[in-house]
């Protein structure tokens, strides 16, 4: 209903309700910044200054932080530096006071590609095989449907991270260690129970009426799915989609334990940056904010959807 | 278009039967309506034609072929639901077109066009085709709705109860059109509702359904003037029709065996001089015509008169019957 009716009504918050409710989110969303904030602050900061206490408010930002993110570095005599040829950027300029020299790039950036293919690839994984699986569940007669629904919750019940030392020893078996490929399919085994549920949900709610016109109307089943079924799907399929990536975007325990080299991801790559004499605070706080970006995009692309799909169910259409 | 026969066909959902032994034909080019209350399985025979349910028992055949081991798709008919009618995210116009665009027929875009604005007109929503169909009115949803099962020549038109969810303005306005189109194309429809007025005002015959058997089948005038037994006299008229007691009015020449008189309203008469045997109850004015609400012996009936007939409640009057219905004690007609 776009239309606002002045007159004032029971059902309608009154103005002052309506700031009172404001002034709460708005708080609430403050303080589930402030780690947020922290994180961003630090990784503009020198590392002096990110672990001065009390911690410092104001304090003059710099790029050290992400140079030493991207770069690894060595020392250098005084002497030695003041032969080299003027800086080329601005990074090279830091480091230099710092009296290093940059070496080469550091691992980040490969350790982000694959924590990007390994969390798109399992959540794609993951929604098209839940999608089918939901649909199937949803539309035709499965033997021990109720049974196999809740077997396929169940995988759910325990923490993942329990079964780590089976699914260690199996993957060093099956020469799925260290590999994207393992990591999709373990993200994807995670996932694939929560996407089959959610979007179950989705799919009962879609009236079978509008399959069995497109089926009369002369399409077989499959194309009857893909022309009418999915394009109601997508608020839900929208939803799980989110759920699922942020699940295998921001999984650390399996990603330490099972990948160390070639596919890495970066949750477990960012706490491993090291400074000299400890951690190198501002490079793993430039890390992480770089790390949140995907989501932070991801999400807001699909936020009409997701709004929509996480309240599914409490309003029909 | 084409004849469409259903031989004996049956259909169980767990205990209960929804079908039962229904055999019917539709003659090429006839408007049939089945007429049933809820469950009398109504929609499961047209499920059963359409391909989405298969029978336990019988055969279909569509132009003289059986049909039962083709796809929905390859039947060739139309179906218009009652309800969720219309592809919510797609446009007047490609929902129009949709039936056209399957991979079974593959027309044209030129073709297409053709064929939607033709039946966009015809359905009269021509000036609404680029709206999402969500942003219609009910009528105009409906509308839509027949229109996309207009678009094709099915060898039949099956429609569940494709007005029941309109206003009463509205349905007897589409009532009309539909008719109106039918008669045009010459179309072969089975159409089903449990609205007698629909059943009587559009039907070139009448199938009267009951807990999933087929009662009776005739014209809308055989249906009324010539039930078949209780069930089917009772499907038809209003008001509905007053059964009684044999011996409770006079004028009954009933046969042997007859337990129960059926009398509407052109099987009683009213005269307010003479003996009375009848006390006015209550008086409905619906403005051109009155329901009358009658006493006689702690049995009520209820009847058309008149709304200049001096009678107010309270008043004495002698009610006779005119050549009303017999029913047996098995409910069966007896004539």
Same mark, same amino acid.
């Given at each position: ?146 049974? /196999? ?15 780590? =030392? ?17 990591? =999709? ?13 959610? /979007? ?72 491993? =940056? ?44 | ?72 798709? $390859?039947?060739?008919?139309?179906? &218009? ?62 509308? &839509? ?68 058997? /087929? ?50 309203? $052109? ?24 329901? /009358? ?43």
């Amino acid at each position: 209903m776009s239309s606002v009716n002045a007159a004032h009504s029971v059902v309608e918050p009154t103005p002052t309700s309506k700031r009172i409710a404001g002034a709460i989110v708005i708080l609430y969303a403050l303080v589930t910044m402030i780690p947020l904030a922290w994180i961003f602050l630090t990784s503009i900061k020198s590392p002096p200054d990110s672990i001065s206490y009390p911690p410092k408010i104001v304090f003059s930002p710099t790029l050290e932080g992400y140079c030493n993110l991207f770069t690894t570095r060595t020392r250098q005599t005084p002497d030695y530096i003041q032969s080299l040829p003027p800086p080329t950027g601005t990074c090279d300029e830091i480091t230099r006071s710092r009296n290093m020299v940059i070496a080469g790039p550091s691992n980040y950036w490969p350790r982000f590609g694959n924590s990007l293919v390994i969390a798109f690839g399992s959540t794609f994984l993951a929604v098209l095989l839940g999608t089918f699986a939901a649909y199937g569940f949803s539309r035709f007669r499965v033997p021990l449907a109720d049974d /196999l629904l809740f077997f396929i919750l169940s995988t759910r019940m325990m923490p993942p991270i329990a079964v780590a =030392i089976p699914i260690y020893l199996m993957y060093r078996q099956f020469g799925l260690s260290d590999t994207a490929l393992g990591m =999709i399919l373990l993200y994807t085994a995670v996932n694939v129970s929560l996407a089959v549920w959610l /979007l179950k949900g989705f799919i009962d709610e879609i009236p079978r009426e509008y399959e069995e016109a497109a089926m009369i109307d002369g399409y077989t089943r499959l194309q009857a799915f893909w022309k009418v079924v999915l394009p109601q799907a997508t608020t839900g399929i929208a939803a799980t989609a989110i759920f699922c990536l942020i699940f295998a975007w921001n999984e650390y325990a399996f990603a330490v334990l099972l990948t160390s080299g070639s596919a890495q991801t970066a949750p477990s790559f960012i706490p491993t =940056i090291i400074g000299e004499g400890g951690q190198d605070w501002p490079a793993v706080a430039a890390g992480t904010t770089i790390f949140l970006m995907p989501i932070l995009v991801f999400t807001i692309i699909l936020r009409k959807q997701l709004l929509r799909g996480i309240t599914f169910g409490a309003v029909r259409k | 278009m084409a004849e469409v026969i259903l031989h004996g066909i049956a259909k169980t959902f767990g205990d209960a039967a929804a079908v039962d032994d229904l055999s019917l034909t539709i003659k090429d080019g006839e408007f049939v309506v089945l007429l049933g209350p809820t469950g009398a399985g109504k929609t499961t025979t047209l499920r059963l034609i359409a391909g989405l349910e298969r029978p336990d028992k019988g055969r279909v055949t569509i132009a003289g072929a059986d049909v039962g081991r083709q796809s929905p798709a $390859e039947r060739d008919i139309a179906f &218009v639901f009652q309800q969720y009618s219309l592809y919510p995210h797609l446009s007047v116009y490609d929902n129009l077109a949709f039936p056209l665009r399957s991979p079974a027929r593959r027309l044209s875009s030129d073709e297409v066009d053709h064929r939607v604005r033709e039946v966009a007109r015809m359905v009269r929503i021509d000036h609404k085709l680029e709206n999402r169909s969500t942003r219609l009115s009910g009528g105009e949803m409906q509308r &839509v709705a027949i229109g996309r099962a207009l678009v094709r020549r099915p060898a039949i038109y099956l429609m569940d109860e494709p007005l029941s969810s309109l206003d009463a303005k509205l349905r007897a306005e589409l009532r009309l059109e539909l008719k109106r189109i039918q008669k045009d194309l010459n179309s072969t429809l089975l159409y089903v509702t449990h609205d007698q007025v629909e059943a009587m005002t559009m039907a070139d015959r009448i199938g009267i359904l009951s807990e999933g058997r /087929l009662i009776q089948v005739g014209t809308p005038r055989e249906i009324y003037a010539d039930p078949a037994n209780l069930h089917v006299a009772a499907r038809l008229g209003q008001p509905h029709i007053n059964l009684l007691p044999v011996d409770l009015l006079p004028g009954a020449s009933a046969p042997t065996g007859a337990r129960t008189v059926g009398a509407r309203t $052109e099987h009683l008469e009213i005269a307010t001089a003479g003996a009375a045997n009848a006390e006015v109850d209550w008086i409905e004015h619906l403005g051109d015509q009155n329901h /009358l609400h009658i006493r006689v012996e702690g049995h009520k009936i209820v009847t058309l008169a008149d709304p200049y007939l001096s009678v107010k409640p309270g008043d004495r009057v002698s009610l006779t019957l005119k050549q009303p219905l017999y029913f047996g004690t098995d409910g069966e007609r007896l004539r």
